[in-house]
């Protein structure tokens, strides 16, 4: 099973990538032209339901603001230290578990079980 994903500003290029390659259809909120770099947290989580995308990110700020109900779903990278790799890796996992319809907040880590 893949993801459909809107990936936060924060989330690296090569992690965007990797997530491609394994099936998942990621869009980065840079390219996305009613969003952008800089856009607030409420306008990704109202996109996130619009087209029914989990959203990827690293913003410990996106749920001080708002709440994980507002969005489709949310995994949130904890770990400042992981690879890309290892980043698509555990979410390729995740998804083999839990479909994206039953996603609210799942951390991604090493130690996401």
Not at 16 to 43: A, F, K, M, N
Not at 45 to 53: D, H, V
Not at 93 to 108: D, F, K, M, N, Q
């Amino acid at each position: 099973m893949s993801y459909r994903i809107v990936a936060d500003e924060n989330v690296e290029p090569a992690t965007r990538q990797y997530l491609d390659q394994l099936g998942h259809d990621v869009e980065w909120i840079g390219d996305i032209p009613e969003l952008g770099v800089g856009v607030t947290d409420d306008e990704i989580a109202a996109y996130s339901t619009e087209t029914n995308r989990l959203v990827l990110t690293q913003d410990d700020d996106f749920f001080t603001e708002l709440s994980i109900e507002d969005s489709t779903g949310v995994l949130f990278q904890r770990d400042q230290t992981l690879t890309a790799r290892d980043v698509g890796d555990i979410i390729d996992e995740i998804a083999r578990y839990i479909p994206s319809h039953e996603v609210g907040l799942e951390y991604v880590g090493r130690d996401w079980l």
